[in-house]
């Protein structure tokens, strides 16, 4: 273990699917990892994984200079910013990994340089199973030297870290891959429901499929739930999908760019919040799908 990572501990604020793995990998890499979460069940989570548990965001600055930040809305984010800010503490990095809009990001990003501290707009491609194994790719974007600053962090917790330049370009970078996201997700559990409409095995069709050239990554990800039919295991709620689903529509509005294929997965998504499946795992989608093809698995 170095001592930079036993000396200079890394603040994680927001210890739910995606800031709960990352903690942990950062902890089992040797690093002195500080969290803070509302939630008592994540904090215990977390302090059961040997992540140190502090009362709150300026607290938890108060002993990091490196701080990532994974929060479920932009409301949390402008909270947790208005409190480091108000903190009065010397120059921290903070690295905000969540998706929101940009402009979340920009307003919260102004308020931290107002009071002295660098925010970086560093958003994950993946998923939280693939946070588990640190299968993740980071979109940082900011100031240089930060980025480069926060680099052997993101080794720890990541396979691909990369340096998109000006501040913001992460978050492009992410509207991008989780368009695709949204599609292939929807796009397998149609697969999915089409193959077994036809009486073909489930499990066989994610064999198959995953071997051939119809394959992806998400349908390799969550192909195993739509074959099983089961989704409590979740690695992105459908209600916190929701909001991503939001942000990038209204980006793309904003451009005049169209976005046909995003468009048509919305519904599928909405029905799914309506019949049940909020607090489930995206692939549930697949449910939906079967249900309006009159498919009833045991």
Known sequence: MSNAKREHPVGIIGLGIMGGAIGSNLKAAGWHVIGHDIDAKRR???QAAGIEIVGGAAKLAERAAHILVSLPNPQALHATVAEIAAA?????????????????????????????????????????????????????SGERQ????????????????HDLGAF??????????NLLVAIHNVA??????????????????????????GTSRIFEL????????????????????????????DFARELGCPTPLFS?????YAAAMATGHAGDDTASVCAVLEAMA?????
């Open 222 to 249: 969550r192909g195993p739930m739509m074959a099983e039919n089961r989704y409590d295991d979740v690695t992105m709620s459908v209600k916190i999908w929701q909001k991503d689903m939001t942000v990038i529509g």
């Open 88 to 140: 009065k503490l010397p120059r921290r990095i903070i690295a905000e990994m969540s998706t929101f809009a940009l402009s979340d990001k920009i307003e919260a990003e102004q308020t931290l340089r107002a009071a002295g501290h660098v925010m970086l707009d560093c958003p994950i491609s993946g998923t939280g199973s693939q946070a588990r194994v640190k299968d993740l790719v980071i979109y940082a």
């Open 44 to 46: 215990a989570e977390a």
């Open 168 to 177: 913001g370009n992460g978050t492009k970078m992410k509207f991008v891959a």
């Open 264 to 268: 048509a997965s919305g519904p599928i």
């Open 188 to 213: 397998s559990a149609e697969a999915f429901v089409l193959g077994m409409k036809a009486g073909l095995d489930p499990n066989q069709i994610f064999e198959l499929i995953s071997a051939g050239a």
């Open 146 to 161: 930060s980025v480069a600053a926060l680099t052997p962090i993101f080794a720890d917790f990541s396979r691909q870290a």
């Open 294 to 298: 009159g498919i009833r698995r045991q």
